[in-house]
């Protein structure tokens, strides 16, 4: 059973950082690529950023440039958010997807920036 | 920025076919996909590719594009089927992906 769960989330103050974490199971992660994605609070869906599955190709939305970075370790079947510079803005539900069709999902981790 | 664009609230009673529309410039060269979203849960891959459906989602559930706009049909609607729908699509340098806005599916 495919399986993809996110950690990391929590309360942050503005012009914090913190990781997020996703975690796969029941596939083979090294021939995925992978995305993150945010949904804001009563708002709709956002994508984040996308990695190959070698991390040759990596791409952000224009808000998320210089200050959000993704990583993966195939070896470890982990894919990773950086986000730096965080915004009240940034406060979202941040799920990570996988493939070019988004065609699994996790449940999200809630990252809340506040002061 | 590219932007997809879909209509806020489609509503229907059981049924009935639900068409929630996509557009966009760059979709006579990009697939769309969908996805169905319920209230506190991840979004679920509907269509994909266009026209294509994944296993285990019923076949009331169709995929077209025509020039700049994709189309999501839901034939004989479900009070289940109620959701947030939402499409996505990448623009022509294939380096920006980009959901639309999201539509609000009512069936009652």
């Known amino acids: 059973e495919v399986q993809l769960v996110e950690s990391g989330g929590g309360l942050v103050k503005p012009g914090g950082s913190l990781r997020l974490s996703c975690a796969a199971s029941?596939?083979?992660?090294?021939?995925?690529?992978m995305n993150w994605v945010r949904q804001a609070p009563g708002k709709g869906l956002e994508w984040v950023s996308f990695?190959?599955?070698?991390?040759?190709?990596?791409y952000y939305a224009d808000s998320m440039k210089g200050r959000f970075t993704i990583t993966r370790d195939n070896a470890k079947k982990s894919l990773y958010l950086e986000m730096n510079s965080l915004r009240v803005e940034d406060t979202a539900v941040y799920f990570c997807a996988r493939d070019d069709a988004f065609d699994f999902w996790g449940h999200g981790t809630l990252v809340t920036v506040s002061s | 920025s590219y932007e997809l664009t879909q209509p806020p609230s489609v509503s229907v009673s059981p049924g009935q076919t639900a068409r929630i529309t996509c557009s966009g410039d760059a979709l006579p060269k990009k697939f769309a996909s969908w996805y169905q979203q319920k209230s506190g849960q991840a979004p679920v891959l509907v269509i994909y590719e266009d026209t294509k459906r994944p296993s285990g989602i019923p076949e009331r559930f169709s995929g077209s594009s025509s020039g700049t706009v994709a189309t999501l049909t839901i034939s004989g609607a479900q009070v289940e089927d109620g959701a947030d729908y939402y499409c996505?699509?990448?623009?022509?340098?294939?380096?920006?992906?980009?959901f639309g806005g999201g539509t609000k599916l009512t069936v009652l």
């Open positions: 990695i190959s599955r070698r991390s040759e190709n990596i």
């Open positions: 996505y699509s990448r623009d022509n340098s294939d380096n920006q992906r980009v």
């Open positions: 029941g596939f083979t992660f090294s021939s995925y690529n």
